[in-house]
C-alpha cells in the first residue's frame, strides 16, 4: 500500500469549512483512499472513500486530484466534536490490512 | 454509540493472570479485526478473521491468543502479559474481508488495558 503524507496537525474555526490535506503519491492504480478519524478515547470512525471521482456524505466530501497523487478532506462547517486525529489510507483489494499512518490532529476552536 | 460492542472498557492485570477480552457485533459482518493502539500512535493491525478462520497474524507473539467463536463474537485471550503490552486493544469487523471488498471498517471503542 502507498505512503502518505499528512500534516500533524491544523486548526479550524468552529463553524469554518475544515480542509484537511493527504499526500499519497506512490498510490497505485487500484488502491482507493478512505478516511477515518479517531475522537480522543473512542475507535477510529469511517468517513469516506473513493477511486478517482471526489465523492460526498452526510458527513464530509473527498477531492482526488486527477493524478490521484493527493486529496482533500472537507469538513464543511466544523463543529467542536470534530475535534479528532483525521488518517487518509490507501488500500487495494489485494490487501486485508487497513494500515494507519501518522494522521492529522484536527484542533476546531470556537 | 458504536455497533462494535467490546468489553471490559478498562481492563487491569498482573504479569501473572490470564484474561479475556471480547467483541461482539450484529451487523452480520464476516470479517473481525484485532488492533493494538499505544498511547499517541496510529492502531496497528494483529489479527484478522474472515468467515471465523484467522487469515492474518501480523507476527503477535504467544502470549495473545484469539478466537473466534461464532461470526458474531470475537475473544483475545491473554496470558502471561508484559507492562508494555498496556495498550488500547480495538475489534474492528467489516462486511466482507477488506482484502476482497471496499466494505470500512466499523471499530468498537476499544479496552484499554494496562499490565503491572
Known amino acids: 500500500d502507498a505512503k502518505t503524507t499528512q500534516p500533524p496537525s491544523m486548526d479550524c474555526a468552529e463553524g469554518r469549512a475544515a480542509n484537511l490535506p493527504c499526500n499519497h503519491s506512490t498510490i497505485s492504480g487500484n488502491e482507493y483512499v478512505y478516511w477515518y478519524r479517531q475522537i480522543h478515547s473512542q475507535g477510529p470512525q469511517y468517513i469516506i472513500h473513493?477511486?478517482?471521482n471526489n465523492e460526498t456524505n452526510e458527513m464530509a466530501s473527498l477531492i482526488i486530484t486527477e493524478d490521484r497523487k493527493s486529496s482533500t478532506l472537507i469538513l464543511p462547517h466544523a463543529t467542536l466534536r470534530d475535534t479528532a486525529v483525521y488518517y487518509c489510507?490507501?488500500?487495494?483489494?489485494?490487501?486485508?490490512?487497513?494500515?494507519f499512518g501518522g494522521g492529522t490532529r484536527l484542533m476546531v476552536k470556537p | 454509540d458504536t455497533e462494535v460492542t467490546q468489553t471490559p472498557k478498562h481492563l487491569v492485570m498482573g504479569m501473572t493472570n490470564k484474561k479475556s477480552l471480547k467483541c461482539e457485533q450484529h451487523?452480520?459482518?464476516?470479517?473481525m479485526y484485532w488492533y493494538k493502539q499505544k498511547a499517541k500512535k496510529p492502531p496497528e493491525l494483529m489479527f484478522v478473521?474472515?468467515?471465523?478462520?484467522?487469515?492474518i497474524n501480523e507476527s503477535v507473539p504467544s502470549r495473545f491468543s484469539p478466537e473466534c467463536p461464532n461470526s458474531s463474537l470475537l475473544n483475545l485471550h491473554l496470558h502471561a502479559l508484559q507492562p508494555e503490552d498496556s495498550a488500547l486493544y480495538l475489534c474492528?469487523?467489516?462486511?466482507?474481508?477488506?482484502?476482497?471488498?471496499?466494505?470500512?471498517?466499523?471499530f468498537g471503542n476499544g479496552t484499554r488495558l494496562t499490565v503491572t
Open positions: 451487523m452480520g459482518h464476516r470479517a
Open positions: 473513493g477511486l478517482k
Open positions: 489510507i490507501p488500500k487495494n483489494n489485494a490487501g486485508n490490512m487497513l494500515t
Open positions: 478473521y474472515s468467515y471465523e478462520k484467522l487469515s
Open positions: 474492528a469487523s467489516s462486511q466482507v474481508d477488506m482484502g476482497l471488498s471496499n466494505s470500512p471498517l466499523h
